[in-house]
């Protein structure tokens, strides 16, 4: 599975950005699609995933502010951050979990990163 991601960059505190990640999934079902984050120093943590049957999981540390949602027709998905913080610097990873066809192991997949920066 191959991902591409998109959408980082420089924001104020209290404004938006949209992350987008798009998979190319060929010979691979994909079980669930979502995005982590690592700040300097920090190790990589969940920020929101969605699985297939669209049961969501978010940080506590981004609820009510991020929304995750994914298209499985198109294999996108999108993380909407909202209200973002100076704490939500980091760089997102888009992740996808799959399952090669005819195989029983679920893999993990990542994206090259895109760096959010938010200013105070």
């Known amino acids: 599975v191959q991902l591409q991601a998109s959408g980082g960059g420089l924001v104020q505190a209290g404004g938006s950005l949209r992350l987008s990640c798009a998979a190319s999934r060929i010979g691979f079902t994909i079980h669930s699609m979502g995005w982590y984050r690592q700040a300097p120093g920090k190790q990589r943590e969940l920020a929101a995933d969605?699985?297939?049957?669209?049961?969501?999981n978010y940080a506590d540390s981004v609820l009510g502010r991020f929304f995750i949602s994914t298209d499985s027709a198109k294999n996108t998905v999108n993380l909407q951050m909202n209200f973002l913080k100076p704490e939500d610097t980091a760089v997102y990873y888009c992740?996808?979990?799959?399952?090669?066809?005819?195989?029983?192991?679920?893999?993990?997949?990542w994206g090259q990163g895109t760096l959010v920066t938010v200013s105070s």
């Open positions: 992740n996808a979990r799959a399952t090669r066809w005819g195989r029983s192991n679920q893999q993990n997949f």
């Open positions: 969605s699985s297939r049957d669209g049961i969501t």
